[in-house]
Structure formats: C-alpha cells, structure tokens
C-alpha cells in the first residue's frame, strides 16, 4: 500500500538491503534517509483489501471496507480505492495520482455516488479528513522532500519494536505548505535495516492536536515489505479524541491491472 497515511498516510520499502549497506547507512544525512525511503521499492500492480474501524471518544465504532488498487508508471504511482461497505457511502471512490517529481503537485479526486460527481480535491481542502478517518487527504500521498527541512530529532536514534530506527524531524519551510498539509512540522521514525517508517508523529498546524501513526504487522510479500496494520491517533492536552484503525487483507502484488481503470472518466463505475 503506498498510500495513506498516511499518504498516510501512506510510507512503504525494499527489503535488498544487506550488511554492508546497513554499516554505511550510518552516515547518511536526514534528507538521504527519506530520499531513500522515498525510492524503495514497494512493489507494482497491487491489490489489497483494507478495513477502516473509526472509534470515537466513547468507543463506538464504525466500519468501512474498500478494495484498494496501485499501479506504477514509471516512477509515478496511481491508486484507486472503491468503498464497498456500508451501503450510505458502497461506490464511493478515491483515485490518487502521486508524481515522483518533488516540483509536481499530486493529483486526487474523490467520487460520490449520492450525486454521480466526481470532485477535484484542491490543494486548499487536502487538510480535510480523508472519508471521517483520522488521515486528511495529504496523508494519502508521498510528502515532497522539497518542501521540508530534515534533521535529527534530539532523541536521533531510538528502538521501536526491537528494531533501531532514526528520529527524523521534518519543518515545512512555508506557511503555504503547512497550510496545505495541515501540520506544523512532523517527526518520522525509520527502521534503519530496511528504511521503513515504522511511527508518525504530527503536530497539526495550530499544535491543539497531536497525531499518532503506528505502522506495525511488517510482513514480506513476494519480497516488499508492506505494513498489514496501521493505527492512528489523535490526540488533544494527552487525552485520545478518536482513533482509526485500517488493517489491509489479501495482499498481493504482480496482478493484471490495465491503465484505464486509473482514467477519472471510469470513477462512476466503480469496480464494474
């Protein structure tokens, strides 16, 4: 899943790396480390089907089912995710256009079936949560390294799980990219063996709310390392406000997937 969340949040890598690339990692700048996260390899033609659990401050849920399609062309990535569950929103779709270019702005529209209309989401409304979850709409793609300046945190090297990972904080260098993204700065922690960000955390851009992404369940998949759970968590003065839990299923890789399904003249149609 190259995505989310974490655009999303999204975040995701090669698992080639070997003894001695590990021992010259060592020296690597803050920038070449997310560089590096940036070009693993994340594996082509994916398909997945991913559960979103949205839980309220009460512990009320709510589930979303979404069958989720990723294809490379070139260095850039297109993916499409169709909502199949529950009925109120069964059709909706999101197709992302995520360009490898820093100086390229990423491409997302958003179908609604309610009113069969497909909106361009403007860079002014990536900000806005992605579908009621945790993740806005800037978490759904690649951040451009451009935009940011990366140092070490002052805690540079910790443990998550047992594995060493870096402390990476990143700053956007413009008012206008923090508006954009909405958050004040971020800090990223990456497994030093395989350049994985393993853990987010997100300052959002008036710092009232503090955002927790944990990507865990790392498992290889016809050789890519993929995150089979990632949790979120927002929170406010420490106390959890809500919390979006996504879990991907039936993961695979090399599948035949045409261009022309990624064509905003197919959005209505959905998976037919």
């Given at each position: 899943?190259?995505t989310?969340?974490?655009?999303l949040?999204i975040i995701?890598?090669?698992?080639q790396?070997?003894?001695p690339?590990y021992?010259?990692?060592a020296?690597l700048?803050?920038?070449?480390?997310?560089?590096?996260?940036?070009?693993?390899?994340d594996?082509?033609?994916q398909?997945?089907?991913?559960?979103m659990?949205?839980?309220?401050?009460?512990?009320?849920?709510?589930?979303r089912?979404?069958?989720?399609f990723?294809?490379?062309?070139g260095k850039d990535?297109?993916?499409?995710?169709?909502?199949?569950?529950?009925?109120?929103?069964k059709?909706t779709?999101?197709?992302?256009?995520?360009y490898?270019?820093?100086?390229?702005?990423d491409?997302?529209?958003?179908?609604?079936?309610?009113?069969?209309k497909?909106?361009q989401?403007?860079?002014?409304?990536k900000?806005?949560s992605?579908?009621?979850?945790?993740?806005?709409?800037s978490?759904?793609?690649?951040?451009?390294?451009?935009?940011?300046?990366?140092?070490?945190?002052?805690?540079?090297?910790?443990?998550?799980?047992?594995?060493?990972?870096?402390?990476?904080?990143?700053?956007?260098?413009?008012?206008?990219?923090?508006?954009?993204?909405?958050?004040?700065?971020?800090?990223f922690?990456?497994?030093?063996?395989i350049?994985?960000?393993?853990?987010?955390?997100?300052?959002e851009?008036?710092e009232?709310y503090?955002?927790?992404i944990?990507?865990?369940?790392?498992?290889q998949?016809?050789?890519?390392?993929?995150?089979?759970?990632i949790?979120v968590?927002?929170?406010?003065?420490n106390?959890?406000?809500?919390?979006?839990?996504?879990?991907?299923?039936?993961?695979?890789f090399?599948?035949?997937?045409n261009?022309?399904?990624f064509?905003?003249?197919?959005?209505?149609?959905?998976?037919?």
């Amino acid at each position: 899943m190259k995505t989310m969340i974490v655009s999303l949040f999204i975040i995701f890598i090669s698992s080639q790396f070997i003894l001695p690339q590990y021992v010259q990692a060592a020296d690597l700048t803050a920038y070449e480390i997310m560089q590096k996260v940036k070009d693993r390899d994340d594996g082509d033609n994916q398909t997945d089907e991913m559960e979103m659990v949205l839980i309220d401050k009460s512990g009320d849920k709510r589930i979303r089912k979404i069958n989720v399609f990723t294809k490379d062309q070139g260095k850039d990535s297109f993916r499409l995710m169709v909502f199949t569950y529950p009925e109120n929103i069964k059709d909706t779709v999101f197709l992302t256009y995520d360009y490898y270019s820093d100086n390229k702005d990423d491409d997302q529209w958003l179908y609604l079936p309610a009113l069969h209309k497909t909106k361009q989401i403007a860079s002014t409304n990536k900000s806005g949560s992605f579908m009621g979850s945790d993740l806005n709409y800037s978490d759904m793609t690649n951040i451009n390294l451009i935009d940011y300046d990366f140092t070490f945190y002052k805690t540079k090297e910790m443990k998550v799980r047992d594995n060493q990972v870096w402390v990476i904080e990143a700053v956007p260098k413009s008012k206008e990219i923090i508006d954009e993204t909405g958050y004040a700065k971020s800090l990223f922690l990456v497994r030093q063996d395989i350049f994985y960000m393993v853990r987010v955390v997100r300052w959002e851009k008036n710092e009232e709310y503090i955002k927790y992404i944990d990507i865990n369940n790392l498992e290889q998949i016809s050789g890519i390392w993929v995150g089979k759970k990632i949790y979120v968590t927002r929170k406010r003065n420490n106390e959890t406000v809500h919390e979006t839990l996504l879990t991907l299923k039936n993961i695979k890789f090399n599948q035949d997937l045409n261009m022309d399904m990624f064509s905003t003249h197919r959005l209505g149609k959905g998976l037919k």
